[in-house]
């Protein structure tokens, strides 16, 4: 009895092991209602919890997601179309040979814990960034040669040669500025310079934000925020039909048709997140650019959409939200005929691959290439894995052949395509001096057009397939106004909402 | 019964050391790496390498096995590698959420299982014992989780009695809301273990009934059925209470599934961020943990089963 009871509690616990879930982005129109009420409670209904809130050492959209623009601020940040504009500087210029940028401070900006912000708080935080490895963003300053401040409400920073992409990375959390020798445990608690204070984290349940009564700009529409953490998309809905939450993000596309008849509006927000299909470049067989070529001949992008029920066809490595992006439809068609001639020449008809997918992204996508790949004689197995696993042996150690992701970073061309040390282990010498050229390029849209150029090459090149950009559903209730739709994986700016009794 | 009881003991001090151990190595050659986690996908190698220095990865195994279970045997199960709070206070906080969700679950249980078993065994032969075996055996075959959504749609979306997910902010503060939350998810783990234990406690019955003392009894004039009710089911109780230290273990498991169907924040839900999050040392806390709390109330149910059964005592 005794020894049956041991074995069982320890099998039981060993079994326990099961997987996170993805977040998405979306949001409602902001007209504001004449009836909003300054004392409400925001209530938002979240997939992904943040492991911890230390966001100067822990990557992740959920952290950024509610941390960016509402707790902490940087000199600049982006809107929800990724349009870069002033925070907490007032105004900054950029000299004409993109070396120098001078950056003016706001006045009267204060911590939540009541220090005022001076130049200096911003010339330390920028500094440890800059000379601290284990800071998130730390490679985004390689080119940073000083930072300095010639007085209180300036910084100059200088670089040693251009980089285009500098000013964004300055509105991640890289960019953002914290109190000169600060004490504060960052992983559970906060002192920021935004709209909103952090007031408390229940973990594994819900983090609350309230309304920083002594913000330095405009004050914030509600009272208080209050995110809850719904790891099942279906209890998830739920909480949004029961009124436990105002807001839900992300609806599971699937379950979008239980709101229909009720209150609440779906939104369907823009993302930079590239669902991908990434081939193991470095080795074979998917070294052989014919198999690569087939395997993307075999998928029908619109009716993999469809099953997957949110999401737009792309064809090239950058979506819509950012720069160097171009419709490149023209490259990519569906003729699984062609995919098994294409085998024929290359010696694999008779192919097997494996894809290895994290479990949380669920088994539609993977579904779908199974039956797709098997009418072009490729037999796929699924090898389905938990996020960690996934990330030591597709991410670190490059040992898998399929594998598919989203790749939510705006902006990530340079540290995947141009970076043959990436697992898609995709090497072009033209493409890494494109994307360099365009780096340096001082004009924006000639960047852009550079980058347009080495896109379209990597997706000649059938690198990977890029089976769809993710929308982000999110359901509102009618009582809540100027809940954004667009980026809101990436951050869901709280300043402008409100709600309404 | 000393002797019983000290094997007993014994066995309580070498069980949880044993299971540690194992824990404690099965977690090191899992896949993943929290490392990597925390460095996201942007981390380089470097970067991944100094954070597993700074959070004592790189220590020989037997050194972060002594430091556990060393502060183990101080009465601290360690802190959290991602949000450094302390291992007893998240299982303590999160265990007002699951500890009652088990005790209701198990009351669901029994109030299923004993009653209709007996009536079960009663009516052997009969229509009601049919209809209620084979009900029985279809809910002991219904996943938890679909037994949950079905509950769910009929008494919370449907009828709207009762939340269909969630659990107050304020916790037991709220006592009325705190406890009504926690009823749809004790009904689902309690109905489809109630169903396995009805099945224990119909063969228990059935057995008592042809025992010689029912037979005794019956001659003396009591109809089967009383005779049964007064010398029968203390019997059946006996064999009951032997597995309901088992039944513990899948209303443990039952708990992980319902706890993330329902949106609770309990001990289930914890484990399995915790879990995702390879954040080691709350994972092997908490299991170490769930496996005490197994073997205790194993051992628990062993000498009451002793102490209620006059012909184990004297066998012993």
């Not at chain 1, 707790?71 to 500087?89: C, F, H, K, P, S």
């Not at chain 1, 984290?201 to 009564?213: C, E, L, M, P």
């Not at chain 1, 099942?232 to 379950?255: H, Q, R, Y």
């Not at chain 1, 001639?341 to 479990?359: C, R």
Request: with cysteine; aromatic share 8%.
């Amino acid at each position: 009895m005794f020894r049956r009871t041991a074995v069982i509690a320890t099998i039981a616990a060993l079994a326990l092991t099961l997987g996170a879930c993805a977040g998405g982005s979306a949001a409602p129109d902001p007209t504001t209602s004449a009836a909003a009420d300054a004392d409400a409670t925001l209530r938002v209904g979240l997939v992904l919890e943040p492991t911890n809130l230390d966001i100067r050492h822990t990557s992740g959209a959920a952290l950024e997601q509610i941390l960016v623009d509402n707790i902490y601020q940087g000199l600049v940040t982006r809107t929800q179309d990724n349009e870069i504009v002033d925070a907490l500087a007032s105004k900054h210029e950029i000299s004409a040979d993109g070396l120098t940028y001078t950056f003016t401070l706001q006045e009267g900006v204060t911590f939540s814990g009541g220090q005022p912000l001076t130049s200096a708080d911003v010339v330390a935080a920028y500094t440890q960034v800059k000379d601290d490895e284990t800071i998130v963003g730390h490679s985004d300053f390689a080119d940073v040669a000083s930072i300095t401040a010639p007085d209180e409400s300036t910084v100059v920073i200088t670089l040693t040669q251009p980089n285009q992409n500098f000013l964004f990375s300055l509105t991640t959390p890289a960019g953002l500025v914290f109190a000169k020798d600060d004490t504060t445990d960052l992983k559970t608690a906060a002192n920021g310079t935004g709209p909103f204070t952090l007031e408390d984290w229940k973990q594994g349940d819900s983090i609350t934000f309230a309304r920083n009564d002594s913000y330095w700009g405009e004050k914030a529409g509600v009272k208080e925020v209050v995110f809850s953490y719904i790891p099942d998309f279906s209890s998830g809905v739920n909480a949004a039909l029961d009124d436990s939450v105002d807001v839900l993000t992300a609806v599971d596309p699937n379950l979008a048709s239980r709101f229909e008849g009720t209150d609440f509006t779906i939104t369907r927000g823009k993302t930079t997140d590239k669902a991908v299909l990434a081939f193991n470049n470095a080795a074979a067989p998917l070294d052989d650019p014919k198999v690569r070529e087939a395997l993307r001949l075999a998928i029908d992008h619109k009716a993999l959409v469809e099953a997957v029920g949110a999401g737009q066809p792309l064809y090239g490595p950058i979506p819509e939200l950012d720069p160097g992006y171009e419709d490149l439809s023209s490259l990519v068609s569906y003729d699984p005929e062609k995919a098994k001639s294409l085998l024929a020449e290359a010696g694999k008809s008779n192919l097997s691959l494996t894809l290895t997918i994290p479990s949380f992204y669920g088994t539609t996508v993977a579904t779908y290439l199974v039956s797709a790949f098997n009418k072009v004689g490729v037999k796929l197995t699924v090898n389905s894995v938990e996020f960690p696993t996934w990330l030591t042996d597709v991410y670190q150690n490059h040992d898998y052949q399929l594998s598919f992701v989203l790749h939510v970073e705006p902006r990530d061309f340079g540290s995947t395509w141009a970076n043959p040390d990436y697992y898609f282990g995709y090497t072009n010498a033209q493409v890494s001096d494109l994307y360099e050229k365009s780096l340096r390029t001082v004009d924006a849209d000639e960047s852009a057009k550079l980058l347009a150029e080495a896109a379209k090459i990597v997706s000649q090149d059938n690198a990977a397939d890029w089976l769809y950009v993710g929308e982000t559903l999110t359901a509102v209730s009618p009582i809540v106004q100027g809940f954004p739709t667009d980026s809101i994986n990436s951050r869901i700016d709280l300043s402008q909402i409100t709600v309404t009794e | 019964m000393t002797r019983f009881l000290l094997t007993r003991v014994a066995l309580l001090i070498a069980g949880p050391l044993v299971a540690s151990i194992l824990i404690f190595l099965a977690l090191r050659v899992f896949p993943g790496d929290v490392a990597q986690l925390i460095a996201g996908s942007k981390g380089t190698p470097a970067q991944v390498a100094q954070l597993r220095e700074q959070l004592g990865l790189n220590e020989p195994l037997w050194t972060q096995y002594v430091d556990w279970i060393g502060g183990v045997f101080r009465g601290d199960l360690g802190t959290s590698l991602l949000t450094g709070s302390s291992v007893t206070e998240q299982l303590a906080e999160k265990a007002q959420v699951t500890v009652p969700l088990a005790l209701m679950s198990m009351l669901v249980a029994l109030l299923v299982g004993v009653p209709f078993g007996v009536l079960s065994a009663l009516g052997r032969g009969k229509r009601s014992g049919s209809a209620i075996s084979f009900i029985a055996q279809a809910l002991a075959s219904v996943p938890v989780i679909w037994a949950g959504m079905l509950l769910v749609i009929v008494f919370a979306l449907w009828l709207q009695w009762l939340p269909a997910q969630g659990f107050p902010r304020g916790g037991w503060n709220h006592t009325p809301q705190a406890f009504a939350s926690l009823v749809l998810p004790a009904l689902t783990i309690g109905v489809v273990e109630g169903a396995v234990l009805l099945r224990f406690v119909r063969s228990a019955t059935l057995q008592a009934m042809t025992e010689d003392y029912v037979r005794t009894a019956a001659a003396q004039g009591l109809t089967r059925t009383r005779a049964l009710l007064r010398d029968g089911l203390p019997n059946v109780a006996i064999s009951i209470i032997s597995i309901l230290g088992l039944q513990f273990a899948g209303i443990v498991v039952g708990a992980v599934v319902v706890e993330k169907l329902f949106n609770l924040p309990g001990i289930g839900r914890m484990l399995v961020t915790d879990v995702g999050n390879r954040d080691l040392p709350m994972v092997q806390g908490e299991m170490l943990t769930l496996t005490v709390v197994v073997l205790v109330i194993g051992v628990v149910m062993d000498v009451v089963h002793r102490l209620i059964d006059p012909r184990l005592r004297e066998a012993s």
